[in-house]
């Protein structure tokens, strides 16, 4: 059987083998976790926080809205032991509204 590779697994191997060859897509993923953040806050009423790379992994941070409210079930079935707090009371976090990088804006279908 072939060796399985995430998508973050493929940038770390480019990376480590060419980190010119490698920024672009990094760019590119970056852009879109940024983008799919956006559509996650619409779609559940959370804050997420800019994309990161590390490790082989691009993730984000998901944040309740307000204080009182209660994790969406599908977010908290990724990650049952992370905290769920709003972005606010972790200032310490960046936002995801600077996001370091340019966006891709790519044709969508709505």
């Given amino acids: 059987m072939a060796k399985i590779l995430t998508i973050g697994e493929m940038l770390a191997a480019l990376q480590e083998r060419n980190q010119g060859l490698a920024e672009p ?8 976790a940024t983008l799919m953040g956006r559509d996650l806050e619409n779609l559940y009423e959370v804050d997420c926080t800019k994309p990161t790379f590390e490790d082989g992994e691009i993730s984000i ?11 969406p079930e599908r977010i908290d079935q990724f990650d049952p032991d992370g905290d769920w707090e709003t972005l606010s009371s972790t200032p310490a976090v960046d936002s995801r509204k600077d996001p370091g990088f ?9």
């Fill in 102 to 110: 340019e966006i891709v804006q790519a044709d969508r279908e709505d």
């Fill in 61 to 71: 941070g998901v944040y309740a809205e307000s204080p009182w409210q209660d994790c």
């Fill in 25 to 32: 897509y990094r760019e590119a993923l970056l852009s879109l």
